[in-house]
């Protein structure tokens, strides 16, 4: 029977990228996204390539829900040994419309500044990477207590290293989940379950493609100042992220390594701008 791995966010380009990468090495792979459709397309194309693969439309937030998806795939495809929290994110409500304070911003309405971002907006993203981490972690981290070869992944940030301007609710929570991983690397030591985290720096995904490209294709100024500031000078390719994926997943490589966030970033985090 083949070892199931679990990942969230499964539906996105960095996560279904995963998920073909595992069911290539024989993993049974449960897809779970809240764009059903985006899941489903990915596990269909898994299927057709031979592998095993299932979509469940989950609500990461949602505990109770999470629990049923995990009693299925008890069920259907058997415990799970591998888990990987890809499902994460931002939000516009909280977003500032300025990357330093201007003259006047405290008392702006017309645009998302500091002082009027909005409290449920800020709530929605810090709860969406970090509880989006904890409570399905919680559910399925149940099947592998006293099984030999597990392993959680959490997808974390390189904002948690150096938070980037107009985004402090992602920033701060893909810090939280950094720290978050590392707490869950020590809790889970003794049972043998390892907890490491990978720390990619700007690819482009569905998520942020509109900030990173105009209408008409053209970089926006944002994407300049990003690659002026990664030595590599491009972004990342999601099959440049397989390498680490493998390698903190495989149990005799990296037996000893838990508790660790691995940046894969070009080297953006190491740059200091001179």
């Known amino acids: 029977m083949k070892e199931v791995v679990v990942i969230t966010g499964a539906g996105g ?16 792979v449960a897809l779970l ?11 269909d194309e898994i299927n057709a390539a031979g592998g095993t693969a299932k979509a469940y439309k989950a609500n990461v937030l949602e505990k109770e829900g999470l629990e049923a998806i995990h009693a299925d795939i008890l069920e259907t495809m058997g415990a799970c040994k591998i888990l990987i929290n890809g499902a994460g994110g931002n939000n ?14 405290e008392t702006r309405e017309d645009i998302k500044t ?15 990477n970090i ?10 981290a149940k ?3 006293g099984c030999e070869g597990c392993s959680i992944l959490n997808v974390s940030s390189m904002n948690a290293f150096r938070p980037l301007t107009k985004i402090p609710a992602y920033s701060a929570a893909k810090s939280a989940v950094s720290n978050f991983t590392q707490w869950l690397a020590v809790h889970f030591a003794p049972q043998g379950i390892r907890v490491n985290a990978m720390a990619p720096g700007f690819f482009v995904t569905n998520q942020n493609r ?14 300049e100042k990003i690659l002026r500031a990664t030595p590599m000078g491009r972004f990342g390719d999601p099959e440049e992220l397989l390498g680490a994926l493998h390698f903190l997943l495989d149990s005799k490589a990296a037996g000893f390594i838990t508790g660790v966030v691995l940046p894969i970033d070009g080297g953006f985090s190491a740059y200091s701008g001179v």
């Open 131 to 140: 509880m989006g981490t904890l409570l399905p972690t919680q559910v399925f």
């Open 210 to 223: 509109a900030l990173l490209f105009n209408d008409d294709g053209t970089p926006t100024a944002r994407t």
């Open 33 to 43: 996204d809240l764009n059903l459709e985006a899941a489903q397309a990915v596990a």
């Open 143 to 145: 099947d592998m207590i």
């Open 92 to 105: 516009p409500r909280a977003t500032t419309a300025h990357e330093f304070f201007e003259e006047g911003d």
């Open 114 to 128: 500091f002082f009027n971002l909005d409290k449920s907006g800020f709530n929605f993203v810090f709860d969406l």
């Open 13 to 28: 380009v960095l996560c279904s990228s995963f998920a073909k990468a595992l069911a290539e090495k024989n993993y049974a």
